[in-house]
């Protein structure tokens, strides 16, 4: 599964030290009213499709590419539908990452999903009371996206 060459060069200064970065997450809702999931590569579990920003990319179009990267679907993205802060993720190879993920709601726009790269095993189409087996926060992500509300859902801690 590879990395952006940005975020290859700072690990090779970094190594596995936790690094703060941005990210996405597509909610990607057919007309049947479905959801877009991948089946990750790194750890065989069912996510929303998504990804890390390059340095000077609007969020919105990191959605769009991504999306076409791993599926072979082009997304219009929508709305903003969550800003939050993941916890402390450690991949296989060690390396650690805390994200701000920007969780976008977006419509399909072309395309048959597929497995298009080689960060997915698997991608499907599924009914929102027929997910498979994915996390807590994405399982949050869908139901804030599919909830209709027009402004987007964020934590405030009173810190």
Known sequence: MGIPAFLAELR????????????????????DG?????QRVD????????????PGEQPADTVVRECL???????????LVSVSVSPMIEYPNGDRSQYLDLVFR?????????????????????????????????????ARALAGKDEAHFELTGR
């Open 12 to 31: 090779e200064v970094v190594g596995h030290r936790p690094l703060w970065l941005s990210g996405v997450s597509a909610v990607v809702v057919d007309e």
């Open 34 to 38: 479905r959801v877009l999931l991948g």
């Open 43 to 54: 750890n065989g579990r069912w996510a929303l499709i998504g990804g890390i920003i390059d």
């Open 69 to 79: 990267e791993e599926t072979g679907v082009t997304v219009l993205p929508e709305q």
């Open 106 to 142: 977006c419509r399909p726009l072309s395309g048959e999903a597929r497995v298009n790269d080689d960060e997915s095993l698997q991608v499907g189409w599924f009914h929102p009371d027929a997910l498979p087996d994915i996390g807590d926060r994405h399982r949050d992500h869908i």
